[in-house]
């Protein structure tokens, strides 16, 4: 059973004013460093990870390294890619203690995870388990970083359990038909199953941030949940019907220039499933957007 952090006074052991390499760090707001200073946080994330000993982990932003040690000693292979130079001597030192670490001084958003980390580093050290990705990610580019791992790495990760605002947990999970479904919704939900493990106060974190956090897990699929003609034309699809969210489906297909598709086609592929004509997209499940892109490519 894991612990669970709701609620609790995160004062136990406090990681503020951590010297990292010997040098006072002091977090930089331009890259989302908002450092975990409450370690029962970090082990109810590793503890929502799962991870066996054979498992290879990837952190993005590992930061001071809190998180990163307690990976090293529970995963088999650990990859650890920080953006800021600044960090890298007290994770390289922190490299030096676990043969099974990596750190990376690179922009994850610029690194191809296959080729650089599973191909480049965890293939030839071994790998036995599965890859899963592990970490308390910049809010700054949340979304970006989510998508990159889902549609880049679907087929090579088992899970992601990640730290986010709270709000984007909650578009994660939102149902059909209310103000936080979106695109980031039917995505998430194509790509993963994804669960709310547990919510972090602003106060387990130095400095604090402006929002509440949540832990999620998004286990990745192993099938697709449905069937698609074109996984590119499903995701335009979604992008059109929620880019103009106060227009009815109709006219927000109709109206996006990619989709080539008229008003009158659409009306009549939603009477033929049973939809109202006048709909608008944030009503359809995933799977229903599914079944409207392969009727608009047949
Ligand atoms: N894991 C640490 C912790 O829990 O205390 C730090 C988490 S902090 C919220 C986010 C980390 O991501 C920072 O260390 C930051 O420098 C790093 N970061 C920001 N943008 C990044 C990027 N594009 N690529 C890799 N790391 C990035």
């Not at 049973?274 to 608008?280: A, L, N, Q, S």
């Amino acid at each position: 059973m894991c612990p669970q952090t709701d609620g609790f006074n995160g004062n136990n052991e406090t990681r503020r004013d951590r010297q990292a390499g010997g040098e006072f760090i002091r977090p930089k707001k331009s890259l989302g460093q908002n450092f975990l200073n409450d370690m029962r946080v970090v082990q109810d994330i590793l503890c929502a990870a799962e991870l066996g000993e054979n498992d290879a982990v990837i952190e993005v932003g590992p930061g001071l390294g809190v998180m990163t040690e307690k990976l090293a000693e529970q995963a088999g292979l650990v990859a650890a890619v920080e953006i800021d130079s600044a960090l890298i001597p007290a994770l390289k030192k922190l490299e030096e203690r676990f043969g099974n670490l990596a750190v990376i001084n690179r922009d994850i958003l610029k690194t191809d995870v296959r080729k650089d980390i599973i191909e480049g580093v965890f293939l030839p050290r071994g790998l036995g388990g599965s890859v899963k990705v592990v970490a308390n990610l910049p809010y700054y580019i949340t979304t970006p970083i989510v998508m990159k791992f889902l549609e880049e790495n679907a087929s090579d990760v088992d899970s992601l359990v990640i730290m986010v605002q709270k709000e984007v947990a909650e578009r994660m999970i939102a149902p059909p038909g209310g103000k936080d479904y979106g695109a980031m919704t039917v995505t998430v939900n194509y790509f993963s199953e994804p669960e709310i493990m547990f919510t972090v106060p602003p106060h387990c974190f130095h400095p604090r941030p402006g929002v509440d956090s949540a832990v999620v897990r998004l286990k990745i699929r192993k099938e697709p949940p449905f069937e698609l003609i074109s996984r590119e034309h499903f995701f335009l699809t979604v992008r059109a019907a929620f880019s103009q969210r106060r227009k009815t489906l109709t006219n927000a297909l109709a109206n996006a220039p990619y989709m080539n598709v008229t008003r009158e086609k659409v009306a009549e592929i939603l009477a033929g499933m049973g939809k109202d004509v006048m709909i608008r997209g944030e009503r359809l499940s995933p799977a229903e957007f599914g079944q409207l892109s392969n009727l608009l490519i047949k």
